[in-house]
Protein backbone atom coordinates (compact mmCIF):
# COMPACT_ATOMS: atom_id res chain seq x y z
CA UNK A 1 0.00 0.00 0.00
CA UNK A 2 1.14 3.46 -0.67
CA UNK A 3 -0.08 6.74 0.22
CA UNK A 4 1.47 10.39 0.36
CA UNK A 5 0.80 12.77 3.09
CA UNK A 6 3.00 15.76 5.31
CA UNK A 7 5.89 15.35 8.00
CA UNK A 8 4.11 15.99 11.26
CA UNK A 9 7.99 15.65 13.12
CA UNK A 10 10.72 14.44 12.96
CA UNK A 11 12.17 11.82 15.19
CA UNK A 12 16.03 10.64 15.43
CA UNK A 13 15.04 6.95 13.58
CA UNK A 14 12.16 8.10 11.25
CA UNK A 15 9.19 10.38 10.44
CA UNK A 16 5.46 10.69 11.88
CA UNK A 17 3.70 11.26 8.91
CA UNK A 18 0.14 12.49 8.92
CA UNK A 19 -1.95 11.33 5.91
CA UNK A 20 -4.57 13.33 3.67
CA UNK A 21 -7.36 11.35 5.88
CA UNK A 22 -6.09 12.97 9.31
CA UNK A 23 -4.23 9.86 10.27
CA UNK A 24 -0.74 9.31 11.68
CA UNK A 25 1.66 6.99 11.03
CA UNK A 26 5.36 6.06 11.85
CA UNK A 27 7.88 5.97 9.11
CA UNK A 28 11.31 5.06 8.66
CA UNK A 29 13.55 7.10 5.67
CA UNK A 30 15.13 5.43 2.29
CA UNK A 31 19.35 5.30 3.11
CA UNK A 32 19.25 6.99 -0.14
CA UNK A 33 17.18 10.00 0.75
CA UNK A 34 18.90 10.90 3.99
CA UNK A 35 21.98 13.48 4.80
CA UNK A 36 25.47 11.83 4.01
CA UNK A 37 26.50 9.57 7.33
CA UNK A 38 22.75 7.94 7.60
CA UNK A 39 21.54 11.31 9.69
CA UNK A 40 17.75 13.03 8.56
CA UNK A 41 19.11 16.13 8.93
CA UNK A 42 18.01 18.64 6.45
CA UNK A 43 17.22 16.32 4.14
CA UNK A 44 13.40 16.19 5.37
CA UNK A 45 11.79 18.14 7.74
CA UNK A 46 8.48 19.10 8.67
CA UNK A 47 6.17 20.42 6.06
CA UNK A 48 7.66 18.15 3.53
CA UNK A 49 5.25 16.35 1.30
CA UNK A 50 6.33 12.48 1.31
CA UNK A 51 5.66 8.91 0.13
CA UNK A 52 4.69 6.15 2.35
CA UNK A 53 4.99 2.46 1.04
CA UNK A 54 4.62 -0.64 3.39
CA UNK A 55 8.48 -2.07 2.83
CA UNK A 56 7.80 -5.66 3.13
CA UNK A 57 11.28 -6.34 4.20
CA UNK A 58 12.37 -5.01 1.10
CA UNK A 59 15.59 -3.35 2.97
CA UNK A 60 17.66 -5.40 5.54
CA UNK A 61 16.46 -4.39 8.74
CA UNK A 62 12.85 -3.39 7.72
CA UNK A 63 9.96 -5.28 9.71
CA UNK A 64 7.01 -6.53 7.61
CA UNK A 65 4.86 -4.28 6.04
CA UNK A 66 7.10 -1.19 8.32
CA UNK A 67 6.23 1.92 6.61
CA UNK A 68 8.66 3.95 4.63
CA UNK A 69 9.32 6.84 3.00
CA UNK A 70 9.97 6.37 -0.68
CA UNK A 71 9.82 10.10 -2.13
CA UNK A 72 10.27 13.51 -0.84
CA UNK A 73 8.53 16.34 -2.97
CA UNK A 74 9.81 19.69 -4.13
CA UNK A 75 9.73 22.32 -1.23
CA UNK A 76 8.35 25.60 -2.74
CA UNK A 77 10.21 27.37 0.22
CA UNK A 78 11.42 27.00 3.61
CA UNK A 79 12.27 28.26 6.76
CA UNK A 80 15.88 28.17 7.65
CA UNK A 81 18.50 29.36 10.38
CA UNK A 82 22.35 29.42 11.11
CA UNK A 83 22.93 25.84 13.23
CA UNK A 84 23.87 26.08 16.46
CA UNK A 85 27.18 27.90 16.76
CA UNK A 86 27.28 28.98 13.02
CA UNK A 87 27.40 32.64 12.17
CA UNK A 88 25.52 33.87 9.03
CA UNK A 89 26.64 32.28 6.19
CA UNK A 90 27.59 28.89 7.99
CA UNK A 91 25.69 25.61 8.05
CA UNK A 92 21.80 25.63 8.11
CA UNK A 93 19.47 24.54 9.96
CA UNK A 94 16.32 24.39 8.14
CA UNK A 95 12.87 24.37 10.63
CA UNK A 96 10.48 23.87 8.25
CA UNK A 97 9.31 23.82 4.67
CA UNK A 98 6.04 24.16 2.26
CA UNK A 99 4.79 27.09 4.66
CA UNK A 100 2.09 29.75 3.53
CA UNK A 101 3.82 32.46 6.10
CA UNK A 102 5.34 32.94 9.84
CA UNK A 103 3.75 34.15 12.91
CA UNK A 104 6.87 35.53 15.36
CA UNK A 105 4.52 35.43 18.64
CA UNK A 106 6.50 38.10 21.48
CA UNK A 107 5.82 38.73 24.68
CA UNK A 108 4.96 42.59 26.00
CA UNK A 109 6.35 41.26 29.77
CA UNK A 110 7.59 38.50 31.41
CA UNK A 111 10.01 38.21 29.65
CA UNK A 112 10.09 41.28 28.50
CA UNK A 113 10.11 42.32 24.98
CA UNK A 114 12.82 41.50 22.90
CA UNK A 115 13.19 43.78 19.47
CA UNK A 116 16.52 42.62 18.47
CA UNK A 117 14.66 38.67 18.11
CA UNK A 118 11.60 39.76 16.75
CA UNK A 119 13.99 41.55 14.10
CA UNK A 120 16.12 38.42 13.42
CA UNK A 121 12.90 36.60 12.35
CA UNK A 122 11.73 39.48 10.68
CA UNK A 123 15.14 39.71 8.33
CA UNK A 124 14.89 36.02 7.76
CA UNK A 125 11.45 35.90 6.39
CA UNK A 126 12.25 38.87 4.23
CA UNK A 127 15.12 36.84 2.90
CA UNK A 128 13.55 33.59 2.34
CA UNK A 129 10.31 34.96 1.14
CA UNK A 130 7.98 34.36 3.57
CA UNK A 131 5.32 36.36 4.68
CA UNK A 132 5.66 37.26 8.59
CA UNK A 133 2.68 37.92 11.15
CA UNK A 134 3.36 39.30 14.51
CA UNK A 135 1.69 38.19 17.89
CA UNK A 136 2.69 40.51 20.93
CA UNK A 137 1.89 38.43 23.80
CA UNK A 138 0.62 38.92 27.25
CA UNK A 139 -0.71 42.92 26.51
CA UNK A 140 -2.45 42.22 30.14
CA UNK A 141 0.80 42.71 32.17
CA UNK A 142 1.27 46.30 30.25
CA UNK A 143 -0.42 49.34 30.26
CA UNK A 144 -2.44 50.07 26.93
CA UNK A 145 0.01 52.82 25.91
CA UNK A 146 3.03 50.49 25.95
CA UNK A 147 0.88 47.89 23.97
CA UNK A 148 -0.13 50.12 21.36
CA UNK A 149 3.33 51.82 20.92
CA UNK A 150 4.97 48.03 20.40
CA UNK A 151 2.12 47.55 17.54
CA UNK A 152 2.68 51.11 16.18
CA UNK A 153 6.27 50.51 15.55
CA UNK A 154 5.95 47.07 13.39
CA UNK A 155 2.94 48.05 11.44
CA UNK A 156 4.76 51.09 10.70
CA UNK A 157 7.17 48.97 9.48
CA UNK A 158 4.41 46.90 7.20
CA UNK A 159 3.82 44.38 8.83
CA UNK A 160 0.19 42.76 10.40
CA UNK A 161 0.34 42.88 13.96
CA UNK A 162 -2.04 41.07 16.89
CA UNK A 163 -2.04 42.30 20.48
CA UNK A 164 -3.14 39.39 22.50
CA UNK A 165 -3.88 38.46 25.99
CA UNK A 166 -4.75 34.61 25.26
CA UNK A 167 -5.73 33.94 28.60
CA UNK A 168 -8.61 36.06 28.47
CA UNK A 169 -8.95 35.42 25.04
CA UNK A 170 -8.43 38.74 23.78
CA UNK A 171 -6.78 39.06 20.12
CA UNK A 172 -7.27 35.27 19.59
CA UNK A 173 -10.28 35.22 17.00
CA UNK A 174 -7.86 37.69 14.95
CA UNK A 175 -5.19 34.89 15.10
CA UNK A 176 -7.76 32.52 14.07
CA UNK A 177 -8.68 34.14 11.22
CA UNK A 178 -5.11 34.66 10.15
CA UNK A 179 -4.01 31.35 10.29
CA UNK A 180 -7.22 29.75 8.10
CA UNK A 181 -6.67 28.00 5.19
CA UNK A 182 -3.07 28.41 5.73
CA UNK A 183 -0.33 26.34 7.50
CA UNK A 184 2.01 28.36 9.28
CA UNK A 185 5.29 28.49 11.30
CA UNK A 186 5.14 29.54 15.34
CA UNK A 187 8.38 30.90 16.09
CA UNK A 188 9.23 32.86 19.48
CA UNK A 189 11.42 33.45 22.29
CA UNK A 190 11.05 30.62 25.55
CA UNK A 191 8.16 31.14 27.63
CA UNK A 192 6.46 34.30 25.26
CA UNK A 193 3.43 32.11 25.11
CA UNK A 194 2.50 30.12 22.05
CA UNK A 195 1.44 26.93 23.96
CA UNK A 196 -1.17 29.03 25.33
CA UNK A 197 -1.89 30.77 22.37
CA UNK A 198 -2.33 27.25 20.26
CA UNK A 199 -4.21 26.18 23.31
CA UNK A 200 -6.54 28.55 23.00
CA UNK A 201 -6.80 28.78 19.09
CA UNK A 202 -7.21 24.72 19.50
CA UNK A 203 -8.05 22.57 23.15
CA UNK A 204 -7.77 19.62 22.03
CA UNK A 205 -4.15 19.95 21.33
CA UNK A 206 -3.62 19.75 24.87
CA UNK A 207 -0.12 21.96 24.84
CA UNK A 208 2.36 21.84 27.56
CA UNK A 209 2.63 25.58 28.89
CA UNK A 210 6.14 26.21 30.51
CA UNK A 211 6.24 28.60 33.00
CA UNK A 212 8.89 31.85 33.24
CA UNK A 213 11.74 31.01 35.14
CA UNK A 214 11.59 33.77 37.91
CA UNK A 215 15.38 33.95 38.25
CA UNK A 216 17.01 33.99 35.10
CA UNK A 217 13.21 35.68 33.09
CA UNK A 218 13.90 32.98 30.68
CA UNK A 219 11.06 30.43 29.94
CA UNK A 220 11.75 27.08 30.46
CA UNK A 221 11.45 25.16 26.72
CA UNK A 222 8.30 22.79 26.73
CA UNK A 223 8.37 21.90 22.73
CA UNK A 224 11.57 19.95 22.05
CA UNK A 225 11.13 19.38 18.31
CA UNK A 226 9.23 21.00 15.42
CA UNK A 227 5.51 19.71 15.31
CA UNK A 228 2.87 19.56 13.04
CA UNK A 229 -0.96 20.08 14.04
CA UNK A 230 -4.08 20.28 11.61
CA UNK A 231 -6.53 22.43 13.40
CA UNK A 232 -9.16 22.27 10.26
CA UNK A 233 -9.37 19.21 7.40
CA UNK A 234 -10.69 22.46 5.02
CA UNK A 235 -10.31 22.37 2.27
CA UNK A 236 -7.76 23.92 2.51
CA UNK A 237 -6.36 22.66 5.62
CA UNK A 238 -5.39 25.32 8.60
CA UNK A 239 -2.30 23.62 9.86
CA UNK A 240 0.51 24.93 12.42
CA UNK A 241 3.81 24.15 13.38
CA UNK A 242 4.62 24.42 17.01
CA UNK A 243 8.63 25.25 17.44
CA UNK A 244 10.60 25.42 20.10
CA UNK A 245 11.36 28.50 21.84
CA UNK A 246 14.25 29.69 21.36
CA UNK A 247 17.35 32.00 22.96
CA UNK A 248 19.16 33.41 19.81
CA UNK A 249 18.50 33.06 16.54
CA UNK A 250 21.79 32.91 13.55
CA UNK A 251 20.44 34.49 10.39
CA UNK A 252 20.69 32.80 7.24
CA UNK A 253 23.44 33.56 4.50
CA UNK A 254 22.76 37.52 3.99
CA UNK A 255 25.43 39.78 2.19
CA UNK A 256 25.58 43.30 4.05
CA UNK A 257 24.37 45.25 1.63
CA UNK A 258 21.21 43.41 0.71
CA UNK A 259 20.25 44.03 4.65
CA UNK A 260 18.16 47.53 3.70
CA UNK A 261 15.99 46.00 1.38
CA UNK A 262 14.72 43.49 4.32
CA UNK A 263 13.74 46.09 6.53
CA UNK A 264 10.20 47.35 4.56
CA UNK A 265 9.67 50.52 5.58
CA UNK A 266 12.98 51.41 4.02
CA UNK A 267 12.12 50.54 0.54
CA UNK A 268 11.61 53.13 -1.95
CA UNK A 269 13.24 55.68 0.17
CA UNK A 270 15.96 57.18 -1.21
CA UNK A 271 18.63 57.50 -3.12
CA UNK A 272 21.25 58.63 -0.82
CA UNK A 273 23.82 60.66 -2.09
CA UNK A 274 26.69 57.81 -1.62
CA UNK A 275 25.63 54.45 -3.96
CA UNK A 276 27.35 52.49 -1.32
CA UNK A 277 26.32 54.05 1.53
CA UNK A 278 25.90 51.69 4.79
CA UNK A 279 22.91 54.22 6.02
CA UNK A 280 25.11 54.92 9.20
CA UNK A 281 26.28 58.04 9.31
CA UNK A 282 27.33 59.46 5.71
CA UNK A 283 26.00 62.65 4.84
CA UNK A 284 22.72 62.36 2.75
CA UNK A 285 21.79 58.93 3.86
CA UNK A 286 17.99 58.73 3.00
CA UNK A 287 17.83 56.65 5.75
CA UNK A 288 18.79 58.30 8.63
CA UNK A 289 16.73 61.20 7.38
CA UNK A 290 13.80 59.38 7.38
CA UNK A 291 15.12 58.40 11.54
CA UNK A 292 14.51 62.09 11.98
CA UNK A 293 11.59 62.16 10.30
CA UNK A 294 9.72 59.69 11.66
CA UNK A 295 8.92 57.28 9.19
CA UNK A 296 11.84 54.69 10.46
CA UNK A 297 11.46 53.65 14.43
CA UNK A 298 14.74 53.95 16.30
CA UNK A 299 14.24 50.35 17.68
CA UNK A 300 14.06 48.99 14.13
CA UNK A 301 17.21 51.16 13.43
CA UNK A 302 18.83 49.82 15.98
CA UNK A 303 18.51 46.90 14.89
CA UNK A 304 19.76 47.04 11.53
CA UNK A 305 23.38 48.80 12.82
CA UNK A 306 23.86 45.75 15.28
CA UNK A 307 23.10 43.21 12.26
CA UNK A 308 24.77 45.19 9.79
CA UNK A 309 27.83 44.73 12.21
CA UNK A 310 27.50 40.88 12.52
CA UNK A 311 26.97 40.52 8.68
CA UNK A 312 29.66 42.23 8.03
CA UNK A 313 31.70 40.50 10.63
CA UNK A 314 30.44 37.26 9.43
CA UNK A 315 31.56 38.08 5.63
CA UNK A 316 35.06 39.09 6.69
CA UNK A 317 35.69 35.94 8.61
CA UNK A 318 34.44 34.18 5.51
CA UNK A 319 36.79 35.97 3.09
CA UNK A 320 40.03 36.35 5.52
CA UNK A 321 39.66 34.43 8.29
CA UNK A 322 39.82 37.33 10.92
CA UNK A 323 37.24 39.53 12.53
CA UNK A 324 36.74 42.78 10.85
CA UNK A 325 36.80 46.34 12.66
CA UNK A 326 34.68 48.86 11.71
CA UNK A 327 36.51 51.42 9.70
CA UNK A 328 36.11 55.35 9.83
CA UNK A 329 33.93 56.70 7.13
CA UNK A 330 36.28 59.30 5.48
CA UNK A 331 33.10 61.12 3.79
CA UNK A 332 32.05 61.99 7.11
CA UNK A 333 34.79 64.96 6.30
CA UNK A 334 32.54 65.90 2.60
CA UNK A 335 29.70 67.04 5.05
Given amino acids: MTFDGVVARVDLRGVVVLDDAGRLA ?18 IVVGDRVT ?11 APDAPVVVAIGPRRNRFERAAAGQGPGGRRQVTAANLDHVL ?32 LSKADLVPAGEAQAARATYVRAGYRVHVLAAPRGEGVEGVRAELAGRRT ?38 TTAA ?13 VIDTPGVRTFGLPAIAPADLPRLFPEWR ?20 TRALEEGAIA ?32 PRKSRR
Fill in 185 to 222: LVVGHSGVGKSTLLNALAPELALRIGEVNATTGKGRHT
Fill in 52 to 62: VENAGGSEPGD
Fill in 268 to 287: GRGPCRFADCTHREEPGCAM
Fill in 227 to 239: TLARLDAGPPPTE
Fill in 298 to 329: PERYRSYLRLREELEAAHQRRTTGRIARRPSD
Fill in 26 to 43: FAAVRKRLQDPGGRLGNA
Fill in 104 to 135: AVAALRDPPLREGLLDRFAVACEALGLPLVVA
